[in-house]
């Protein structure tokens, strides 16, 4: 199971850190992704680390401003955000993935989905 906290309202320019707790004892096997949906668009890809914290990825238009990590002892995923532009304002998801290439990009490879929380930019 997993469940995001750290969402809100902020004004552009603004940070927020996103928090994913998970439950389970094979936590540290698993990839950890960021996803967002905002109104009308599809699930687009923002971020993922990989089970040892060694590699990262980025969609383009977070990369430098959106940093993801984690911590395997707290079983914790994280995504810390700063210079938040209007066009961030989605609902954003924590997921899982036992996928740890390059195609860990793609939504479907993933097992486990959080509930999403909302953040809204406001310019």
């Known amino acids: 199971q997993l469940v995001e906290s750290g969402g809100g309202l902020v004004q552009a320019g603004g940070s927020l850190r996103l928090a994913c707790a998970a439950s389970?004892?094979?936590?540290?096997?698993?990839?950890m992704g960021w996803f967002r949906q905002a109104p009308g668009k599809e699930r687009e890809f923002v971020a993922a680390v990989t089970w040892s914290g060694s590699s990262t990825y980025y969609a383009d238009s977070v990369k430098g401003r959106f940093t993801i990590s984690r911590d395997n002892a707290k079983n914790m995923a994280y995504l810390q955000m700063v210079n938040l532009k209007p066009e961030d304002a989605a609902v954003y998801y924590c997921?899982?993935?036992?996928?740890?290439?390059?195609?860990?990009?793609?939504?479907?490879?993933?097992?486990?989905w959080g509930q999403g929380t909302q953040v809204t930019v406001s310019s």
């Open positions: 997921a899982a993935t036992l996928e740890h290439t390059p195609l860990i990009r793609r939504p479907d490879l993933y097992d486990y």
């Open positions: 389970g004892r094979t936590f540290s096997r698993y990839a």
